[in-house]
């Protein structure tokens, strides 16, 4: 599980143009709550906070006016059309703490080549502890054959973790290939169009 350390600044201002300005200046408005404590309002650096979020559920040491704060993204906002943060909640979280993550899924091993695999959930949600939270969970689908599912039952967890989404939640699921035959309709013979003028000369003859 990573840990990465960045330097929070308080903010006083509020509201849409003090985000604005915020993120012109390079900074992404975010609020750190949790434990009942107060929520604090702070800035972070975009380009350190955006390379420490590539990660998944990181844990960020934030150090807000010389206070060392422990936290855990929980909401990230983004720009939906240039993907550019816009803001951040973030959960204060205590080493040995449990905590209910959303976690990826990665798949292991070869299925049935007839199949088309159908990723149904690309996570599930566990309990961990929030220095323990793994980066990715796996689940087998070696020989998998088409039409069986594998669920979040049959994903494998590390010791310590406790799954939290149903046990019947459906992973990956692998579909039959349909198999579609073309019908080529049969066309009759058509009699040549010009024998027919010849057989009624014939007959005028006899």
């Known amino acids: 599980m990573a840990e990465v350390s960045i330097k929070g600044t308080s903010r006083t201002e509020f509201g849409k143009g003090a985000s604005r300005r915020a993120r012109v200046a390079g900074l992404v408005p975010a609020v750190v709550y949790g434990h009942g404590e107060k929520p604090l309002h702070i800035t972070l650096p975009a380009r350190e906070l955006g390379v420490a979020l590539k990660e998944s559920n990181v844990l960020l040491n934030i150090d807000i ?59 599930i949600e566990i309990e961990a502890e929030a220095t323990s939270i793994p980066k990715f969970l796996v689940v087998d689908i070696e020989g998998m054959a088409s039409g069986t599912s594998k669920y979040a039952s049959d994903v494998v967890l590390p010791a310590g973790i406790t799954l939290i989404s149903p046990a019947n939640t459906i992973i990956v699921h692998l579909s039959e290939r349909s198999t579609v035959v073309e019908e080529v309709p049969v066309v009759a013979p058509v009699a040549d169009a010009a024998a027919a003028p010849a057989a009624d000369a014939e007959k005028k003859d006899a």
Not at 91 to 118: M, Q, Y
Request: charged letters at 30%; aromatic letters at 0%.
């Open 65 to 123: 006016d010389g206070k060392i704060e422990l936290t855990l993204p929980k909401s990230i906002v983004r720009h939906p059309l240039k993907q550019i943060l816009e803001h951040v909640d973030l959960v204060l979280v205590r080493r040995g703490e449990k905590v209910t993550v959303a976690v990826p899924v990665h798949t292991e091993g070869k299925h049935d080549p007839d199949g088309i695999l159908e990723h149904q959930h690309n996570t």
